[in-house]
């Protein structure tokens, strides 16, 4: 049997100071999930730099996975999901705060229902 490589994709609408252990439960679910790439798509009014300084421990713990980070502005939903729509990918993943599950929602509903199809989990309920 072929190791599956393609990736899982995570939804991320977090307050900053979360971000450390949002990812590190994302590097954990991943990998339950047999992932191998995480396609991180981090919905923030923060600076990229900000984020990173908030992330960079949990990256740091997990470098055997491969990992992409994209920052979207609350504005640019529809070209986020332009962007996961590109890839091949295994499913998706959504982590949000309390303050954010009302606008996850609201991406969610706007998702095509073949993306809906792949929600591995939804931590956003």
Known sequence: ???DYRPIIALIYVKDEE????????????????GKKIVANVISNSEYWNFFANAREAILDNLD?????????PNEVN???KKIQQYNYKGF????SDENKYNMRKILDILPTS????MLRDYCK
């Open 1 to 3: 049997m072929q190791p």
């Open 19 to 34: 971000l450390t252990e949002t990812f590190r439960k994302m590097f954990k679910d991943v990998r339950l999930l047999g």
């Open 65 to 73: 996975l491969g990992l992409e980070i994209f920052t979207w502005k």
């Open 79 to 81: 070209k986020m999901i």
């Open 93 to 96: 993943i959504t982590y949000c």
């Open 115 to 118: 993306m809906k199809a792949n």
